[in-house]
């Protein structure tokens, strides 16, 4: 017989070890030139947008801030992510996402959830004095001890053309002004400048106190509690300031307030005074209760008109019965969007309207004058002749040229026909008063520089679906029907498929 071979393996023993290592080693080798290349690439990354209208794309003026930072900034998303402002919260994280790899030596972001984690919440609350605030979405600036704080409605435009046309009762968000706060917050905190507002007497003005001491203790008249929102929560200074005499106004002023005079009338030396300060870029609050004087200057140079005469309003969703009165409308203006967004009126006392002289609108290069609120159109004044009118007013002039100035950036201006809803008994009682204050202050003090002007709202689209009655019904019916009988037509064939 015979003596049959016996076949060898193709692989010895020693030969399958060699491949199992040779394998391990590939492995370990790739493995380390990718831990490698995302080392260098933390370093030496390269990050571009791929859409010219990314929402987070960071413009060359917001790059130009976050290169020239020397101190670290830390920026604290304080927001409950799935609650009312989620579109606001998803938008601000994105982009905050960018700043933080556009400098991630200078720029810390942290996210914090107030509802999952109270006691981190409280101890950031308390740290910013924030406590007792209606507001709750923020996002909080910090360096150096030094803070900014942006509320969640304020980092939108509102589309208000659907509300204004009765087709709807909400006001939409139309533009994503993130960039724009978030940039002009971070120069502000890398390059402070000092603010100074300056409250007139002499006239029967209401009384900010004593910059010195205490703020908000001066009753009910005074203007102790608006004095504390301008040092405490616009980083302003503040003094008080007589243009009798000698005096004039001076050179670090940033803002004048005239808080309801009473007394006695400004003195033309005084009006003009105010005339050239404001012709130099200044910035004014005028509460004018009763004439004072003031009147005929801002018509002529800034186009605005007060009534001799308070007006009421008795639409009764806004009437409080007591001589006083909620806004009823707010028109587009920065100052008012972010109280439009929420229907947070404005309580008001016995106001004198406040109107924009047409024949000035039409001169070219003339003040731009915007109505912020008005009353109901069931308004009433002393006439007894029922109507809108109009209760609020914003002026803006751009930028003079020619004048060496700190002033020299542009006039703004906001006139009311009173006084009492800023003083200490009102400020407080209703939280829109409050918010005005903050958000007219904010928009007057507001000092553009050269480095961050030019940054805008990014649009926030929407897109709508119409459908006709019977495509919506054939809709219906393919969700309800069709896709359950298409999963069970795919089974059905599977089924035969294994029986076969």
């Given at each position: 017989m015979a003596q049959t071979d016996t076949p060898k393996p193709s692989f010895s023993r020693g030969r399958r070890w060699l491949g199992m290592l040779s394998t391990v080693l590939a492995v370990a080798?790739?493995?380390?030139?990718?831990?490698?290349?995302?080392y260098l690439a933390a370093g030496y990354f390269l990050d571009f947008q791929l859409s010219r209208d990314a929402p987070f794309k960071l413009s060359s003026q917001t790059r130009a801030v976050l290169e020239s930072l020397t101190n670290d900034v830390k920026i604290t998303i304080f927001f409950k992510p799935d609650g009312d402002n989620e579109e606001i919260y998803l938008l601000t994280q994105g982009l905050l996402e960018e700043y933080q790899n556009a400098n991630p030596r200078h720029i810390h972001v942290e996210r914090l959830d107030y509802t999952r984690f109270v006691g981190l919440a409280k101890d950031l609350l308390a740290k910013i004095d924030w406590n007792g605030r209606q507001e709750k979405d923020l996002v909080v600036f910090e360096s150096n001890g030094h803070f900014k704080i942006e509320i969640a409605r304020q980092l939108a435009d509102y589309d208000f053309s659907n509300?204004?046309?009765?087709?709807?009762?909400?006001?939409?968000?139309?533009?994503f002004l993130g960039e724009l706060h978030f940039t002009s917050d971070i120069y502000a905190l890398a390059h402070p400048q000092a603010l100074k507002t300056y409250f007139l007497y002499g006239h029967g003005e209401n009384n900010p106190g004593d910059p010195l001491a205490e703020p908000g203790k001066l009753g009910d008249t005074g203007y102790g509690k608006l004095a504390a929102i301008l040092k405490e929560e616009c980083d302003s200074a503040w003094d008080r300031l007589s243009l009798l005499g000698t005096n004039d106004i001076p050179h670090d002023c940033q803002l004048l307030i005239v808080a309801g005079p009473r007394a006695a009338e400004f003195?033309?030396?005084?009006?003009?005074?105010?005339?050239?300060?404001?012709?130099?870029?200044?910035?004014?609050?005028?509460?004018?209760t009763d004439p004072c004087g003031l009147e005929p200057m801002l018509a002529k140079q800034w186009g605005v008109q007060l009534g001799a005469n308070a007006v009421s309003d008795k639409d009764p969703n806004v009437d409080t019965g007591l001589g006083s009165f909620f806004?009823?409308?707010?028109l587009p203006h920065p100052i008012v969007?972010?109280?439009?967004?929420?229907?947070?009126?404005?309580?008001?006392?016995?106001?004198?309207?406040?109107?924009?002289v047409e024949a000035n609108s039409k001169i070219p290069g003339a003040p731009e004058v915007k109505i912020?609120?008005?009353?109901?159109?069931?308004?009433?004044?002393?006439?007894?002749?029922?109507g809108q009118y109009p209760l609020l007013a914003a002026i803006e002039q751009g930028v003079i040229k020619g004048v060496d100035t700190p002033r020299a950036v542009g006039t703004r201006i906001v006139v009311a026909g009173e006084s009492y809803f800023l003083d200490d008994q009102l400020i407080d009682s209703w939280i829109g008063n409050h918010e005005f204050a903050k958000l007219a202050l904010d928009w007057l003090l507001q000092r553009p520089t050269t480095l961050i002007a030019g940054l805008d709202s990014?649009?926030?689209?929407?897109?709508?679906?119409y459908l006709t009655s019977a495509q919506s019904s054939a809709v219906r019916w393919l969700f309800l029907a069709g896709l359950p009988a298409a999963v069970l037509a795919l089974g059905g064939l599977v089924w035969l498929r294994r029986r076969h």
């Amino acid at each position: 017989m015979a003596q049959t071979d016996t076949p060898k393996p193709s692989f010895s023993r020693g030969r399958r070890w060699l491949g199992m290592l040779s394998t391990v080693l590939a492995v370990a080798g790739a493995l380390a030139l990718l831990v490698m290349l995302n080392y260098l690439a933390a370093g030496y990354f390269l990050d571009f947008q791929l859409s010219r209208d990314a929402p987070f794309k960071l413009s060359s003026q917001t790059r130009a801030v976050l290169e020239s930072l020397t101190n670290d900034v830390k920026i604290t998303i304080f927001f409950k992510p799935d609650g009312d402002n989620e579109e606001i919260y998803l938008l601000t994280q994105g982009l905050l996402e960018e700043y933080q790899n556009a400098n991630p030596r200078h720029i810390h972001v942290e996210r914090l959830d107030y509802t999952r984690f109270v006691g981190l919440a409280k101890d950031l609350l308390a740290k910013i004095d924030w406590n007792g605030r209606q507001e709750k979405d923020l996002v909080v600036f910090e360096s150096n001890g030094h803070f900014k704080i942006e509320i969640a409605r304020q980092l939108a435009d509102y589309d208000f053309s659907n509300l204004l046309s009765g087709r709807s009762k909400f006001v939409r968000r139309s533009g994503f002004l993130g960039e724009l706060h978030f940039t002009s917050d971070i120069y502000a905190l890398a390059h402070p400048q000092a603010l100074k507002t300056y409250f007139l007497y002499g006239h029967g003005e209401n009384n900010p106190g004593d910059p010195l001491a205490e703020p908000g203790k001066l009753g009910d008249t005074g203007y102790g509690k608006l004095a504390a929102i301008l040092k405490e929560e616009c980083d302003s200074a503040w003094d008080r300031l007589s243009l009798l005499g000698t005096n004039d106004i001076p050179h670090d002023c940033q803002l004048l307030i005239v808080a309801g005079p009473r007394a006695a009338e400004f003195l033309p030396e005084e009006v003009d005074k105010i005339a050239a300060y404001l012709k130099n870029g200044g910035r004014l609050l005028a509460l004018l209760t009763d004439p004072c004087g003031l009147e005929p200057m801002l018509a002529k140079q800034w186009g605005v008109q007060l009534g001799a005469n308070a007006v009421s309003d008795k639409d009764p969703n806004v009437d409080t019965g007591l001589g006083s009165f909620f806004t009823a409308v707010f028109l587009p203006h920065p100052i008012v969007n972010p109280l439009a967004s929420d229907q947070t009126r404005i309580l008001m006392v016995r106001p004198r309207p406040v109107y924009e002289v047409e024949a000035n609108s039409k001169i070219p290069g003339a003040p731009e004058v915007k109505i912020l609120a008005c009353t109901s159109a069931e308004g009433m004044g002393t006439n007894k002749h029922a109507g809108q009118y109009p209760l609020l007013a914003a002026i803006e002039q751009g930028v003079i040229k020619g004048v060496d100035t700190p002033r020299a950036v542009g006039t703004r201006i906001v006139v009311a026909g009173e006084s009492y809803f800023l003083d200490d008994q009102l400020i407080d009682s209703w939280i829109g008063n409050h918010e005005f204050a903050k958000l007219a202050l904010d928009w007057l003090l507001q000092r553009p520089t050269t480095l961050i002007a030019g940054l805008d709202s990014r649009p926030i689209k929407q897109y709508s679906f119409y459908l006709t009655s019977a495509q919506s019904s054939a809709v219906r019916w393919l969700f309800l029907a069709g896709l359950p009988a298409a999963v069970l037509a795919l089974g059905g064939l599977v089924w035969l498929r294994r029986r076969h």
